[in-house]
């Protein structure tokens, strides 16, 4: 059963009314690093760190979701091959706090397994309001959820460059990306394929028509599962061509983009 249809995003927060507003509780600061882990071949768990940088305890919850894309959208599910321990965490200020990412069974040679970890915070209970013991403060409660994106790997296969680890140049997995023009209810869109075996991270794109360049995003403008295709507005035209990077490499990739 497909638990969500939208993807999540980082740092994002949901507003929880309470009544009239009167006051907003500030959510609290968590550091995540690294915001790129991965399970190479050779091991059996990696590490995801917290820290809280707020002035206030903190409590999440930790869940790891299987990641699939379909019907141009991001699609999460219940899983059981990789775990997060320790599922529940309260973190006082400045306290860090460790994440052990553990899988639970060997993934196919040669293949790419998409998970995404999602950290939750667990609001602490509302402060009553003066002068009343039984009745809590009217307030907004923001509350911050975390998407951390998980890659796991067969044996042959690697995307993730690390100058500490022994490679073998031949099981580099790489994208391969084809894209194109679509108009959908009469408003035009991008769609980028990819047929590797492993994700491509697209950030940086920029739209290239009639020798003239416009950005489309600076950062982030979504990811790309092997064997997904995805899709994002764009004031696109015929003869156009996407120049995005891929995967944080040095120099943009050039896309024709059909029809």
């Known amino acids: 059963m497909h638990l969500f249809s939208r993807p999540f995003q980082s740092l ?27 399970l190479e071949a050779d091991q059996q768990a990696s590490a995801l760190w917290l820290e809280n940088r707020g002035d206030a305890p903190a409590s999440m919850q930790i869940r790891v979701f299987a990641w699939n894309q379909d019907g141009f959208d991001d699609q999460y599910q219940n899983q059981r091959d990789v775990v997060g321990s320790p599922p529940v965490a309260t973190l006082a200020p400045g306290q860090k706090q460790l994440i052990r990412l553990t899988r639970t069974k060997s993934f196919p040679a040669g293949e790419e397994h998409a998970y995404r970890i999602i950290i939750d915070e667990i609001p602490a209970p509302l402060p009553p309001a003066a002068g009343d013991n039984a009745k809590p403060a009217a307030m907004i409660r923001l509350q911050m959820r975390y998407s951390v994106p998980l890659f796991a790997y ?68 979504g990811y790309v599962l092997p064997g997904a295709t995805m899709r994002w507005p764009a004031p696109v035209a015929q003869g156009d061509a996407l120049q995005v990077r891929v995967n944080g490499q040095p120099k943009a990739q050039d896309l024709p983009l059909g029809r």
């Open 12 to 38: 994002a927060c949901s507003l929880l009314m309470l009544g009239v507003t009167q006051q907003v509780l500030a959510a609290s600061s968590i550091l995540i690093w690294p915001i790129d882990p991965v």
């Open 154 to 221: 067969g044996a042959g296969l690697w995307s993730k460059v690390d100058a500490s680890r022994p490679r073998d140049a031949a099981g580099i997995g790489l994208p391969q990306l084809s894209g194109r023009t679509v108009s959908v209810d009469g408003k035009p869109y991008i769609e980028v394929h990819n047929r590797g075996a492993v994700h491509a991270r697209l950030t940086e794109a920029v739209l290239k028509s009639g020798g003239q360049s416009k950005t489309l995003v600076d950062g982030l403008l």
